[in-house]
């Protein structure tokens, strides 16, 4: 006996799962994304109270000041399930590989300005240990904010966060080995420049207010201090000073903060819109973190910068940061 | 002593990988099921790249066994050179 | 420092700790207890957070780049099975059965594994099991998701996947699972990573990963199988993490041995008695086999686990408390299970059927100590009953165990004639068992086990209060996904689809 199984034509039962069809109806396929994301966590009949915080629900979403009507409408606009976020970043990889390759072809890091490199060592070295705190920040989100639409993005975000401080790691090992880290780490744990940040760090990690923590990190702290290092200090005045060199090897970082401040603009927007509550506690977040790390940035620009220099690019940070809150329906 | 094992997805890929495997465990047994391989052998089993490279023709590195890597058993020491595989018993 | 200095040559673990391991910063400004709250309660004692050996040291840029490539692999597979209707190559749509318990009760549990893994790599207070978290829990969405993706074609033409979201919540067999999976995650950080990391993935994954696969390839069900060794070949990273995880606790205090063990006695009997739905599924719900369920306990349970008990005896760990109970059932477990869903068609969303003529051979060859005495007289009469044109159901519900929350069907360990039941009375109450150990794991907690949300109690309370029908619409449970395979309409849509496409 024969089969050709691909001729047929065959009816199909059903277009789609029951719970994707009650979210978007059943004219369209749903697509991999809404498959792999949606109603993915348990809702109902949770067996057993944590036993590390019995006032706690399983999946709980009380452990934040903001209220969802319903947690999945946070979609993500990049759509990314873990095939879609893996493939992506397996290309950017492998740009970054072959840009790593040809810093280290042209010998690009040995013809550099030495101020050139002095700013890649005091400044980004010591970053990867901030990338490590956005890490655990981000996996704390993930474990405890409440649907898988919200959650999921998070897990991704925490592994971003971690690949950076590993490509930060690279670059260090390539101006100076060993001692570049070893260097860096001490500037991290001593030197003034540093320690507002690392000491607010410290406090964002004794935080466990989900949607705060994520709205701290992620939209705040990320939102200042990648236009001000990556964006300015880097890809600006260390290009300019012969330092593309560097802009290559931080070129994921640019991209990545690119890609991933859509999806954490549209969080906010819908969070903001789904009542005033909520506006009202982002707003509050939003306002007073955004005033702290402004500040808690400034002795870090200074590594890179003269004094008013520095207050110049802090402040447009701070400002673009508001401009990205306004559009995303908060404070007006 | 107790059985260490590696299990494989069996395909084209694989197959120079439990030739290298076979080459350097000569006391190892190899069972083929549906749609996987299996080497197993007494208290110790490891898998070199040198060995691996030899029969693929090509540079491999370790990591890449993770593609095709379907479980093992033993206690796991990886290295860029080999991965071992041993039952302190 | 000295700049522009050539970098040396780092092997992968040298490179590998700078990477991780030197991310973390000894916290100066805040309590280590205020960063890590949950880390301490259990009991479980740790000095050195470094000596945490990491086997299988994987940076974010190869994490990126393997599992990439496994993912092309993967959709390519699934693509070409929804194109090619890949689902008419399966031997016999009452394989089906198999992967439709899957869907509602494993792959949620894939997904709980992703969230519980977030936690505690979060909660561990040093970065080495952090990051080794983190990994699993990423790698435990991947799991959850392509099984959806695979199922979601199967979906398209048959009954009993559709509601699968509903049901893990809702329906009464999914709570093994989900009570299993709340359980671990209700726990503290250590008991979670022996809950899930050793007992569940070292133990145990692998009796359900690799043979019932194979046994998917074998009967045409590339799709399965696929995303099966796909997601194994994450396990045998996570399985390296559960064993280095238990080493690391052993050899940080002798305090924790005694924590330990009573973990793995816990979790090993918690497991095996979730894996009895596995036993059912490699037994009667492969159309073709490739090993019965008590040859591949002794391959992975027996073979494998004693090599790991033996290697784990050097820190005074003694093999799990219910070993022998265990040992004792594996020739009866499967029949136990398949009788009872059998029974009980009526309410799950999968068919069941009575063994045919070369099933009935299959299983006298397989279990020739149990299968012709014990089972076979009931499968016979349950036969009987449906030639004379009756159908075998017991509409009477079953008295679910407080613990492991399946019916209590199981027989007495040294007496398979004899029903095994227990009780305990806690706090005026009366709770009831499947076993001694399902008894014990409640006696040890059972605060935490009166909390359980039993389902069968929950068709008599508020709202349905007993109204069978409404049980049905709140479970989105429809009669075509129920009962038996023979008068289904999967097993007729098969068939005919199967005879449009076959040529002599």
């Known amino acids: 006996m024969q089969i050709d199984v ?88 492998e740009t970054m590989e072959s840009n790593f390759k040809t810093v280290e072809s042209l010998n690009l890091i040995e013809g550099m300005p030495d101020p050139v490199l002095a700013v890649a060592q005091d400044l980004l070295i010591p970053l990867r240990h901030a990338n490590y705190a956005a890490n655990m920040n981000n996996t704390l989100v993930c474990g405890y904010g409440y649907g898988t639409v919200f959650t999921q993005p998070c897990v991704y975000h925490a592994m971003d966060n971690l690949g950076i401080a590993q490509y ?74 012969g330092g593309s060199g560097i802009s290559i090897l931080t070129q994921f970082m640019t ?72 559009k995303a329906g908060l404070f007006k | 002593m107790s059985k260490v094992f590696i ?52 540079e491999f590195d370790m990591q890449e066994l993770n593609i095709n890597l379907i479980t093992l058993s033993g206690n796991v020491d990886e290295d860029e050179d080999a991965l071992t595989l041993t039952w302190n018993s | 420092m000295d700049i522009k200095k050539t970098p040396k040559k780092l092997n992968v673990k040298e490179k590998y700790r700078l990477m991780t391991r030197d991310l973390a910063w000894e916290p100066s400004y805040r309590d280590e207890k205020e960063i890590y709250p949950y880390v301490d309660y259990e009991g479980i004692k740790v000095h050195d957070w470094s000596k945490w050996e990491d086997p299988f040291r994987l940076t974010m840029d190869a994490y990126w780049k393997y599992q990439a490539e496994k993912e092309r692999k993967y959709y390519a597979i699934i693509d070409a099975h929804a194109q090619n ?9 009452r394989y089906l059965t198999a992967i439709k318990l899957f869907l509602q009760s494993i792959s949620p549990g894939e997904y709980a594994s992703h969230r519980g893994f977030a936690r505690v790599g979060r909660e561990f207070a040093g970065v080495g099991p952090q990051v080794a978290c983190q990994m699993q829990s990423i790698d435990e969405i991947r799991h959850a998701q392509t099984q959806v993706h695979a199922m979601s074609n199967y979906n398209k033409f048959y009954n009993g996947f559709k509601d699968f979201a509903n049901q893990r919540d809702r329906i009464w067999y999914t709570s093994v699972a989900r009570s299993f999976f709340d359980d671990a995650m209700s726990a503290g950080p250590f008991e979670f990573l022996i809950a899930i990391g050793f007992s569940f993935e070292y133990v145990l994954t692998n009796l359900l990963f690799v043979p019932f696969m194979s046994g998917a390839a074998y009967n045409g069900d590339m799709a399965t199988c696929t995303f099966g060794f796909s997601a194994q070949s994450d396990e045998a990273r996570h399985m390296t993490l559960g064993l280095e995880c238990i080493k690391f606790m052993l050899e940080q205090d002798p305090d924790n041995i005694p924590i330990v063990q009573k973990w793995i006695d816990k979790w090993f009997w918690r497991g095996c008695r979730l894996l009895t739905l596995v036993a059912a599924m490699m037994d009667y719900m492969l159309p073709k086999r490739v090993m019965s369920w008590r040859e591949a306990w002794n391959i992975y349970g027996v073979e494998n686990g004693n090599a790991l008990f033996r290697d784990l005896a050097r820190y005074g760990i003694k093999p799990p408390m219910h070993w022998d109970d265990v040992e004792k059932s594996i020739d009866h ?48 009469y349950a036969i009987a009953q449906k030639e004379a044109g009756g159908e075998y159901n017991n509409f009477g519900l079953p008295k679910l165990c407080q613990t492991c929350q399946l019916p209590c069907l199981f027989t007495e360990p040294d007496d398979p004639t004899q029903l095994a039941h227990r009780e305990t009375e806690y706090e005026g109450e009366k709770y009831h068992f499947c076993s001694d150990g399902c008894q014990h794991v409640f006696e040890q907690e059972p605060e935490k086990y009166v909390q359980a949300w039993l389902p069968m109690p929950a068709l008599m309370q508020e709202p349905l209060k007993g109204d069978l029908a409404a049980w049905m619409e709140w479970v989105s449970l429809e009669p075509t996904a129920a009962g038996e395979y023979a008068n289904s309409e999967d097993k007729a849509n098969f068939e005919k689809w199967r005879k449009q496409v076959s040529t002599d």
């Open chain 1, 168 to 241: 930060l790691s690279r670059l260090g090992l390539m101006i100076g080995d060993v001692e570049s880290l070893e260097a860096a780490k001490q500037d991290w744990m001593d030197s003034d420049a540093w320690q507002p940040l690392r000491r607010s760090l410290e406090d964002l990690m004794c935080v466990r207010d989900p949607v705060e923590v994520f709205i701290k990190q992620n939209f705040v702290l990320d939102g200042l201090l990648y236009p001000l290092v990556y964006q300015r200090i880097v890809d600006q005045n260390l290009v300019e000073q």
């Open chain 3, 85 to 93: 209707n890949g689902h008419l190559n399966v031997t016999d749509a």
């Open chain 1, 6 to 93: 691909q001729t047929v034509n065959i009816e199909q039962k059903n277009q789609t799962f029951t719970h994707l069809k009650k979210r978007f109806g059943d004219k369209k396929i749903p697509s991999r994304y809404q498959e792999a994301s949606y109603d993915l966590q348990a809702e109902e009949n949770l067996h057993y109270r944590p036993t590390w915080a019995p006032e706690q629900e399983l999946y709980d979403p009380n452990l934040s000041k903001i209220r969802m009507n319903d947690w999945y409408d946070l979609k993500d606009p990049r759509q990314f399930y873990y095939s879609t976020y893996t493939l992506n970043r397996a290309k950017q990889q």
């Open chain 2, 7 to 58: 299990i494989l997805q069996a395909n084209e890929e694989t197959r120079s990988i439990v030739e290298a495997i076979e080459q350097d465990n000569p006391d190892a047994e190899v069972v083929h099921e549906p749609a996987m391989v299996k080497v197993q052998a007494e208290g110790h089993l490891v898998v070199r790249r040198e060995t691996i490279e030899e029969e693929i023709g090509r």
């Open chain 3, 333 to 380: 477990t499967s029949h136990q299970i398949m009788l009872g869903l059998y029974q009980w068609k009526f309410g799950t969303a999968f068919h069941s059927w009575t063994p045919t003529a070369s099933d009935i051979e299959w299983l006298k060859e397989k279990y020739p100590t149990t299968f012709e005495k014990y089972y076979l007289p009931r499968w016979e």
């Open chain 1, 255 to 326: 991209n990545w903060y690119l890609e991933s401040k859509r999806w954490v603009d549209s969080v906010i927007k819908t969070m903001a819109s789904e009542s005033a509550e909520n506006k009202a506690v982002l707003e509050e977040w939003i306002d007073s973190a955004a005033n702290h790390f402004t500040s808690v940035l400034l002795p870090v620009a200074g590594l890179a910068v003269a004094g008013n220099q520095a207050d110049e690019l802090v402040s447009e940070a701070h400002d673009e940061l508001l401009q990205r809150a306004k």
